[in-house]
T-cell receptor, first 114, second 111 residues
Framework: DTEVTQTPKHLVMGMTNKKSLKCEQHMGHRAMYWYKQKAKKPPELMFVYSYEKLSINESVPSRFSPECPNSSLLNLHLHALQPEDSALYLC?????????????FGDGTRLSIL | QKEVEQNSGPLSVPEGAIASLNCTYSDRGSQSFFWYRQYSGKSPELIMFIYSNGDKEDGRFTAQLNKASQYVSLLIRDSQPSDSATYLCAVLYSSASKIIFGSGTRLSIRP
């Protein structure tokens, strides 16, 4: 079991739907991340939150909207996604965003866009 | 030149032997290096991290770092079938303040 919890584990949605992915950690980490991973590719960074503030947005399309309600929670709001957005979405956390400490990943949400 | 390079494999190693996984990186200022193991359909799991030149051992795993050669490796002793997975090398790039992942090496341990 990982200490970063992601829900749901699987999500199937249509291109007009609105849904949210959730991530929670209770390790006292102050940095949280969203990654996207396609099959047989490495994780691709989307967003970095440091002390609940958005620090890095890797030019992600606006149909992905991150939110960090508090230091333990991270959401990713999805709207009007495209079939190419189907992927494994990973949340990770670390003690600090730029301190060089390891990132710990959740189990991921497997997203399928119909 | 890719920022973090790994041989994609597959690397086939007999059970009980030593598996050696290699990674090179281009940012000379990088200070933090990580190895993740990823089983098919699962999320990456942290195996080792190393910050200083030399070797770092944890059980059957040894990470080796040579900053002068910009090279980091992972040795797995007494390889088991359960070690069959993709191993991702990750480097914290000082210039970008983010982790860059290699494309991963697929390791297969044959009984």
């Amino acid at each position: 079991d990982t200490e970063v919890t992601q829900t749901p584990k699987h999500l199937v949605m249509g291109m007009t739907n609105k849904k949210s992915l959730k991530c929670e950690q209770h390790m006292g980490h102050r940095a949280m991340y969203w990654y996207k991973q396609k099959a047989k590719k490495p994780p691709e960074l989307m967003f970095v939150y440091s002390y609940e503030k958005l620090s890095i947005n890797e030019s992600v399309p606006s149909r992905f909207s991150p939110e960090c309600p508090n230091s333990s929670l991270l959401n990713l709001h999805l709207h009007a996604l495209q079939p190419e957005d189907s992927a494994l979405y990973l949340c990770a956390s670390s003690q600090e965003a730029f301190g060089g400490q390891p990132q710990h990943f959740g189990d991921g949400t497997r997203l399928s866009i119909l | 030149q890719k920022e973090v390079e790994q041989n994609s494999g597959p690397l086939s190693v007999p059970e009980g032997a030593i598996a050696s996984l290699n990674c090179t990186y281009s940012d000379r200022g990088s200070q933090s290096f990580f190895w993740y193991r990823q089983y098919s359909g699962k999320s990456p799991e942290l195996i080792m991290f190393i910050y200083s030149n030399g070797d770092k051992e944890d059980g059957r795993f040894t990470a080796q770092l040579n900053k002068a050669s910009q090279y980091v490796s992972l040795l797995i002793r007494d390889s088991q079938p359960s070690d069959s997975a993709t191993y991702l090398c990750a480097v914290l790039y000082s210039s970008a303040s983010k982790i860059i992942f290699g494309s991963g090496t697929r390791l297969s341990i044959r009984p």
